[in-house]
């Protein structure tokens, strides 16, 4: 019987939420032309689930009250040079180069002259450096943590396969270095690509948005998986 309460609450929920990003998807237009009219400093969050940020238009591929729906391997429907910033956090890894590169050409065209990007992305150099004879505490403490969190089923605490199973988890597509992205990011025609740390940026504007950590339950141990870009778009 409470096999059957749980399976019957479970169902409710689901089509509560299918029922709000139903009327998100309905609204998107509306929600989307109603934040630019209502916002001087325009700032756009890029794939933003679970965290939502205060004076940003939060989007998803799902939406609810709080987050727009936003399919990023389309055209955004935004009118070009309407947002001042652009963010997007643990996200464009899971789009294959080619698409990648779209969402690029789509920031571009949607920011205004002088406007700014900030990627935050898992880093391919974190990973060739886990492979390494002599490791760090750190990388030790990781692929252990990795090992016990991820792959507790198999039995092996093991670089290579926290390694391959980093690249293929998660609906992973392209792990990005970050002259790989500074390379598209200047091929879209963008300016200024700089590398951060998470958290960090010299415009008040971008500081400490990065909020993967939470998901993952370690600060120390997404700062070491991740690398931060900026870059402008030319006025």
């Known amino acids: 019987m409470f096999g059957i309460k749980t399976r019957a609450k479970n169902s409710v929920s689901k089509a509560k939420w299918q029922l709000s990003n139903y ?10 032309n109603d934040y630019i009219k ?17 004076s940003w238009l939060n989007t998803d591929i799902n939406g609810n009250n709080d987050v727009v729906p936003l399919d990023l391997t389309k055209k955004f429907p935004i009118m070009d040079a309407t947002f001042h910033y652009i963010f997007c956090e643990h996200t464009i890894e899971h789009f294959d180069l080619y698409q990648g590169l779209e969402i690029l050409k789509n920031c571009y065209r949607i ?6 990007v900030r990627f935050a992305t898992p880093d391919l150099n974190f990973l060739i450096n886990l492979y390494n004879i002599k490791k760090s505490k750190i ?20 670089d290579t396969v926290v390694i391959n199973n980093f690249v293929r988890a998660w609906g992973h597509q392209f792990i990005y270095d970050y002259k790989t992205l500074k390379l598209q990011l200047e ?20 500081t400490n948005l990065e909020m993967h950590w939470k998901s993952i ?16 778009k030319p006025k």
């Open 187 to 206: 091929k879209v025609g963008f300016i200024s690509v700089t590398r951060f740390k998470p958290g960090v940026s010299p415009d008040k504007n971008l």
């Open 139 to 158: 990388q030790k403490n990781y692929i252990h943590w990795a090992s016990t969190e991820f792959l507790d089923n198999f039995g092996l605490e093991n």
């Open 217 to 232: 339950g370690n600060k120390e141990f997404n700062n070491l998986e991740t690398f931060v870009v900026e870059a402008i």
């Open 38 to 54: 209502n916002h001087k400093t325009r700032k756009l969050n890029l794939g933003c689930w679970p965290y939502v940020m205060d």
């Open 111 to 116: 920011l205004m002259p002088g406007g700014k």
């Open 23 to 32: 009327k998100a998807h309905l609204n998107q237009s509306k929600n989307i």
